[in-house]
Nanobody, 114 residues
Framework: VQLQASGGGLVQAGGSLRLSCADSGSIDSITVMGWYRQAPGKQRELVAY???????NYVDSVKGRFTISRGSAKNTVYLQMNSLTPEDTAVYYCYMGFMSGTYWGQGTQVTVSS
């Protein structure tokens, strides 16, 4: 299993970005897909996840601004991030939980300027 994350970049406060994460093509069953982030000097934080049944959950700081969704392609997950603030600056990591284990993407940098 190899996860490829993309979509990060530099954006001004109030702007938007859409992160994408795709699996290389595993046939294993997915139980959960989600995103963590890690800001400089801080612990990794769970941002959002979506279960195989469609249930989603978000950290309080992004509720109402971020939306996690599954793509039409198998094993693809998106994170739509709106109304970004400098506090959202971090490296964002996608992950996918399969029956065989949990796998991580390589991380994509999101930088929000004030």
């Amino acid at each position: 299993v190899q996860l490829q994350a993309s979509g990060g970049g530099l954006v001004q406060a109030g702007g938007s970005l859409r992160l994408s994460c795709a699996d290389s093509g595993s046939i294993d069953s997915i139980t959960v897909m989600g995103w963590y982030r890690q800001a400089p000097g801080k612990q990794r934080e769970l941002v959002a996840y979506i279960l195989s049944g469609g249930t989603t959950n978000y950290v309080d700081s992004v509720k109402g601004r971020f939306t996690i969704s599954r793509g039409s392609a198998k094993n693809t997950v998106y994170l739509q991030m709106n109304s970004l603030t400098p506090e959202d600056t971090a490296v964002y990591y996608c992950y996918m939980g399969f029956m065989s284990g949990t796998y991580w993407g390589q991380g994509t940098q999101v930088t929000v300027s004030s």
